[in-house]
Every structure is written in C-alpha cells, then in structure tokens.
C-alpha cells in the first residue's frame, strides 16, 4: 500500500511539468495548474523510472524492482558511478529514480537513492550590516575594521537555514522566524533570503523545489491563484551527511541536520 500511495502522490502533482519545466532549465519557471495528467503515469518527457532496491544490490549494480511490476531487474551502475552520477548508496527496501541508459536498457545513467535524499538539510546563513551592504566590497572592508569586534561579535551571528525534504513529496523550511517574535527590522544587520519551498519533485535527474503560491484575495470578491514558483536543481553530490545542489551558476552546500 506505502509504494502505491508513492506512485499515486508523484502523479497527482504531475500536473505542475509543464512543457517549460521539460527544458529544465535553471531559473525560476512557472506552470499551468489547470493541466491535468493520469496519476498513473510519468509526467510528459520524464524517463526515470521509479521503483525500489532488492537484495543484492552492490557497487556496481543494483536488483531493482520497477512500481509498474515485473521482476526485479539487474542494473549495471558502474559507468554513472565513475560519472559521479550515482547518489546516495542504495540498500534494501530503498526508494529509487533510475535512468536507464537510451542505448542500453542493461545501464543506469544516473540513480538517486530517494531514502538518501531525504531529511534535513542545513547551511549557515551570515548576516550582514544593512546600511553598508550596498556599497563596493573594498569599502566595506574599510568600514567593518573600524566597528569594535565585540559589536561585530553581538551583531554578525551565524543562523541555521535549510529545508526539510520529507516523505510524500512535501518540504517545509528550516530557519524562518515569525517577524511578530523578532525584533529583525529594527536590527542594523540583516539576513539573506532564505529558500522557502513547500513541495519537492524529481524529474529526469533533476530536483525540482517548489514554493506552492496561496490564494490570494484580490480586490473585494475576486480571488485569483498565482503559479507556483519552481527552482530547477542539479544534484551534484548526496552524500550520508553532504548535500549539493545546483541552481543556475550557484552551488548550494548543505549539511544534514543531526536528529
């Protein structure tokens, strides 16, 4: 039942890969949520195939058994794992996106270890002075070696942000304070932006992060749904306790978050 309920949920919102999202490129994309396709099947133009990790399983092949049924298939992995393109290790009962090779259905291209990739994963965002950070680099050198460090100390404090990827295809944010509770806006230093996603997809290799838009009041009775707001991932590396994702010409190094 668990691994029907995980083909069901990664067609039920199926609907958010749109053609755009078929490029896959890196900026922020948009799709239309009218779009409806069989829960059954694959988004348009995504090859993985999903399934799960049977025994057997070694470093350079997997016994894996496809949702869609059949028999467990033997899968040579060894050329994407010299390719860096196997993430995480995959193990019994393992959750897992393969990509067979087009030329030789014997061959994963690529293979994400799902069970790996989930939990919590976490950076250090820095802070930095508001009033200076507009201004060239060289002078804000020149104005932060005259600010005395035990007010550098007090001020430019380290904050945990991150983003939990949970089972059923949901996300929530790690680090986001409540402006009602912090005093932030008066504060001279401020944070970076933090990523806010709410929902996760895989889609031929890549990690789609989705910020899912509200309703929003518009006018006195006009209520309108703006789209989703989707960034486009390229796993670099998923290691036990690394995460490396790249978005655009930016790569975004995470730590998991010990429990």
């Known amino acids: 039942m668990k691994n029907r309920l995980m083909i069901s949920a990664m067609g039920s919102l199926a609907a958010m890969l749109l053609a755009s999202i078929v490029s896959c490129s890196d900026k922020h994309e948009k799709y239309d949520s009218s779009m409806v396709i069989d829960i059954q099947e694959n988004a348009p133009g995504d090859s ?3 399934g799960l990790a049977c025994d057997g ?11 869609k049924g059949g028999d467990p298939d033997t899968i040579d992995i ?5 390719l860096g393109k196997v993430f995480g290790k995959p193990t019994i009962g393992d959750k897992l996106a393969v990509i067979l090779n087009a030329d030789d259905k014997k061959e994963a291209s690529m293979v994400i270890d799902i069970e790996d990739l989930l939990g919590q994963w976490c950076y250090m965002a820095m802070p ?29 404090v380290p904050r945990e ?13 790690i680090g986001m304070m409540r402006k009602s509770n912090t005093t932030d806006d008066q504060s001279p230093v401020e944070y970076p932006p933090l990523r806010v ?13 989705v910020r899912t838009a509200k309703m929003r009041q518009m006018g006195n009775d006009s209520i309108k749904k703006p789209a989703d707001i989707i960034d486009t991932a390229s796993i670099v ?7 490396i994702l790249k978005v655009g010409d930016e790569n975004l190094n995470y730590y998991r978050k010990k429990q």
Not at 128 to 156: C, G, V, W, Y
Not at 161 to 173: C, D, E, L, R, V
Not at 238 to 243: A, E, I, N, S, V
């Open 48 to 50: 993985t195939i999903y």
């Open 197 to 209: 996603y709410n929902e996760w997809r895989l889609y031929n290799g890549h990690l789609l992060l």
């Open 161 to 173: 942000f991150g983003i939990n990827i949970k089972n059923g295809f949901s996300a929530t944010p």
């Open 128 to 156: 930095h002075f508001r009033d200076i950070s507009n201004l060239p680099a060289r002078l804000q050198r020149r104005i932060l070696a005259q600010i005395p460090d035990t007010m550098k100390e007090s001020l430019l």
């Open 57 to 67: 399983c070694t470093d350079s092949v997997i016994v894996f058994l496809p949702y």
């Open 78 to 82: 060894l050329a994407a794992k010299k």
């Open 237 to 243: 590396m998923l290691g036990p306790d690394t995460l």
